[in-house]
């Protein structure tokens, strides 16, 4: 079946550490575009990319780094420069131009704990 | 820049009764509208889209949501509310003016639906 996968579902990491959460989909979709979120402030966007190759900052992507070397995948590192990165990130993807615009679908989200 | 509110942090309303989450959005130029759902620690679902056309738009699970240009307003509704609607509820706004997909997201509406 078809679908966005994203791992590892839960991460303990030292502070300090980088961290890498993988995003994989076989949807074909252009775009991916990762999420941050916290309780009561919703979703945030970090990064999203339209195409291979390129990628544009969101609100909030300060300390995060990604890379869209092929068009399945959409890993983000979560650098030691992220002050606060507990939180739950989610990834997407969607088809992208006109009405396809906007239907994300989403993987089931890693939980990344920072001791 | 585009934004998204949310007003209510949760909504309560009694099985059977009609309800609505309300949500209200700023862009430049003319919008695409999301409503999105999540379930505890899972991914978020869509729901249902606004891109043209129509006012009133028809989605998943029995629920519609009613664009309003003057009141800038996308409210989500249900005729009767069920027990297995209690969730968090996200709504989104994607630019039309924009070029890139940048799509951005509402705090979120929790909805108990009482038994």
């Known amino acids: 079946d078809g679908g966005i996968t994203q791992s590892p579902k839960y991460l303990f990491r030292k502070e300090g550490q980088n961290v890498t959460l993988s995003c994989e989909q076989n949807?074909?979709?252009?775009?991916m575009y990762w999420y941050r979120q916290d309780p009561g402030q919703g979703l945030r966007l970090i990064y999203y990319?339209?195409?291979?190759?390129?990628?544009q900052k969101g609100d909030i992507a300060e300390g995060y780094s990604v890379s869209r070397e092929k068009k399945e995948s959409f890993p983000l590192t979560v650098t030691s420069a992220q002050k606060n990165p507990t939180a739950f990130y989610l990834c997407?993807?969607?088809?992208?131009?006109?009405?396809?615009?906007?239907?994300?679908?989403f993987g089931e989200g890693s939980r990344l704990t920072v001791l | 820049a585009q934004s998204v509110a949310q007003p209510e942090d949760q909504v309560n309303v009694a099985e059977g009764n009609p309800l609505t989450v309300k949500c209200t959005y700023s862009?430049?130029?003319?919008?695409?509208l999301f409503w999105y759902v999540q379930y505890p620690n899972r991914g978020l679902q869509f729901l249902l889209k606004?891109?043209?056309?129509?006012?009133l738009v028809k989605g998943s699970y029995g629920f519609e949501a009613e664009f309003n240009k003057s009141q800038t307003s996308f409210h989500l509704k249900k005729p009767s509310a069920l027990v297995s609607d209690s969730a968090l509820y996200f709504c989104a706004v994607r630019d039309r003016g924009n070029r890139d997909d940048k799509i951005i997201f509402g705090k979120g509406t929790r909805l108990h639906i009482l038994p």
């Open positions: 990319s339209q195409i291979v190759n390129d990628f």
């Open positions: 997407a993807s969607s088809k992208t131009g006109g009405a396809n615009t906007g239907e994300l679908f």
């Open positions: 606004y891109i043209t056309g129509d006012n």
């Open positions: 862009v430049s130029g003319n919008p695409y």
């Open positions: 949807l074909n979709h252009d775009a």
